[in-house]
């Protein structure tokens, strides 16, 4: 059976390989001797084949790395296959890892309806206009009580300011709202007949 870089590595085709000379061999003519080889171990530990080049290139810049270590006694093919067996594993942790993470995100919204977001967009202006038109102390309270939803207790307390004082702010700016709202509506009425 001819060896291709589609043909998944058998044990006994893993077993024969050419046999390393005395001294380390160069990066070089690791890669040349046993780039199909890293590449059908990878496809053999389950790495898809469009991901198995990826995996022959990490385990060749571990062999750059590493060619140093490596002790002539040994097989090659069977340091190869370690090599290639840890970044698999590390590449398939790592895939876990990330599907985990993503798994824990909430998708996000589907996106609205061009109407939905121009309703949006209109009421945060009409929000933003009405809280410009409030002096500070106003402001400041109306956004605490009814934005962040703080009681009136936790107002005082974080504003330094009696309950009281708190109390009459909210509803000053409340009907300050209200009154706004009112103008608003008015306007709105108004404007299909000046046309």
């Not at 790592?94 to 609205?112: G, I, K, N």
């Not at 933003?128 to 038109?133: A, M, P, R, T, V």
Request: aromatic residues 6%.
């Amino acid at each position: 059976m001819s060896k291709t870089l589609d043909t998944p590595l058998t044990s006994a085709g893993f077993a024969a390989g050419p046999a390393i000379e005395c001294g380390a061999p160069s990066v070089r003519e690791v890669f040349t001797r046993h780039l199909g080889t890293v590449w059908r171990i990878a496809r053999a530990l389950g790495v898809a084949a469009d991901e198995a080049d990826d995996v022959a290139q990490e385990v060749f810049l571990v062999v750059h790395r590493r060619l140093h270590t490596f002790e002539p006694s040994r097989s090659l093919p069977a340091w190869l296959f370690g090599i290639t067996r840890n970044v698999v594993l590390m590449r398939q942790r790592a895939h876990t890892r990330r599907e985990r993470r993503l798994s824990a995100v909430e998708p996000p919204a589907p996106p609205r309806e061009p109407e939905a977001s121009l309703e949006l967009q209109q009421a945060a202006a009409f929000m933003q206009e009405f809280l410009d038109g409030l002096d500070e102390d106003k402001r400041v309270v109306f956004l605490l009580a009814d934005v962040e939803g703080l009681t009136a207790s936790e107002i005082a307390e974080a504003l330094e300011i009696p309950l009281g004082t708190v109390f009459s702010r909210l509803r000053a700016a409340r009907i300050k709202l209200e009154q706004f709202s009112q103008r608003l509506r008015a306007r709105s009425v108004r404007r299909p007949h000046d046309r």
